[in-house]
């Protein structure tokens, strides 16, 4: 499986902007990234995912180097309930069902 | 419209006891997955059904450990001679279908904990 490898742990302020990297560098051409995140107590949801180009939607937005080595998750407005582990992943054409998830990134948001 | 549910969302057993986990998946919805998350760690896939056949299984740790999805709707993770090592949540996750690639969204249970003491 391809890994990705993200910060432990990250902090913000409530109403700022918030920058979740990760790091592929093995990715292949056909891997599509995507992220989950997961509320506490919960099962992980979907946030957003994209193969080449940046993408928003109403969740976040996605950064994608040029390379495609990295990528950023931007939160544009953190609010106390994206407190959260975020996770990175990388879907293959040969394992799109199995989820790899790593440690993924807990974001903690302060008031 | 009603999400994945899992019961129960708790369960404490006995070391050697035999459990069942159930996952009732989003209607329609052909394809389901389960995963097992410790403390502090990301889910760890288990296996997956495409329909009512296991189309990946590589994921399950030991021949303790066996899921089924009869009419390819509700899935029963089964977990025979339980260890206190199995102590996890179990999340089930169910997507539109498996062959919708790379791109198909799962969507995830609440999970069921399960201790064994």
């Known amino acids: 499986d391809a890994k990705t490898t993200q910060p432990n742990s990250m902090e913000s302020n409530e109403e700022e902007p918030v920058h979740l990297p990760c790091n592929h560098s093995?990715?292949?051409?056909?891997?599509?990234i995507h992220w989950y995140r997961q509320l506490p107590s919960q099962g992980p949801e979907y946030v957003i995912h994209?193969?080449?180009s940046n993408v928003n939607n109403r969740m976040a937005s996605l950064a994608i180097a040029e390379d495609r080595k990295s990528s950023t998750l931007i939160l544009h407005r953190a609010t106390l309930r994206d407190a959260a582990v975020y996770y990175c992943?990388?879907?293959?054409?040969?394992?799109?069902?199995?989820?790899?998830f790593g440690s993924g990134t807990k974001l903690n948001v302060k008031p | 419209g009603a999400g994945v549910s899992q019961t129960p969302s708790n369960k404490v057993t006995e070391k050697g006891k035999y459990v069942e986990l159930r996952c009732d998946p989003i209607?329609?919805?052909?394809?389901l997955y389960w995963y097992r998350q410790s403390l502090g760690q990301g889910p760890e896939f288990l296996i997956y059904f495409q329909g009512t056949g296991a189309a990946d299984d590589s994921g399950l740790p030991n021949d303790r450990f066996f899921a089924v999805r009869p009419e390819g709707s509700v899935s029963t993770l089964k977990i025979q001679r339980t260890e206190r090592g199995d102590s996890a949540v179990y999340l089930c996750?169910?997507?539109?279908?498996?062959?919708?690639?790379?791109?198909?969204?799962?969507?995830f249970g609440p999970g069921t904990r399960l201790t064994v003491l």
């Open positions: 992943i990388l879907r293959d054409q040969y394992n799109f069902n199995k989820f790899y």
């Open positions: 996750a169910s997507s539109l279908k498996a062959s919708g690639g790379r791109t198909d969204t799962q969507y």
């Open positions: 209607s329609g919805h052909t394809a």
């Open positions: 994209g193969l080449t």
């Open positions: 093995t990715i292949s051409g056909t891997d599509y």
